[in-house]
Nanobody
Framework: VQLVESGGGSVQPGGSLRLECAYS????????MGWFRQSPGKERETVAS???????TYRGAVRGRFTISKDNAANTLYLRMHSLRPEDTAMYYC??????????????????WGQGTQVTVSS
């Protein structure tokens, strides 16, 4: 499995970004995919997850501002981010796991990771 993120960048508070994660090599029927982020000096934290049927789950700090989605035909996972805040600044990673998410899985649940894309929110 290969995951490649893109779409990060610098934006002012209140702005928007759309992250993309192009994936390949996923052949299993049920797959859980998710977005994580990590700020300097902090542990990596889950942001959102999505089941094969499109069911999505979010951490509280981003609920209502971020949307995770997936285009199976294009083999691409997305994270649309609106109303960005300085505390959203982090390296963002996409990840994939066999089976079901059943909520927001821990980092250890995921089998495959991308290399990350940087998001910076600053005035």
């Amino acid at each position: 499995v290969q995951l490649v993120e893109s779409g990060g960048g610098s934006v002012q508070p209140g702005g928007s970004l759309r992250l993309e994660c192009a994936y390949s090599g996923i052949t299993y029927r049920h797959v859980c995919m998710g977005w994580f982020r990590q700020s300097p000096g902090k542990e990596r934290e889950t942001v959102a997850s999505i089941e094969s049927d499109g069911t999505d789950t979010y951490r509280g700090a981003v609920r209502g501002r971020f949307t995770i989605s997936k285009d199976n035909a294009a083999n691409t996972l997305y994270l649309r981010m609106h109303s960005l805040r300085p505390e959203d600044t982090a390296m963002y990673y996409c990840a994939a796991a066999y089976g079901y998410c059943l909520g927001l899985p821990m980092e250890s649940r995921y089998n495959s990771w991308g290399q990350g894309t940087q998001v910076t929110v600053s005035s």
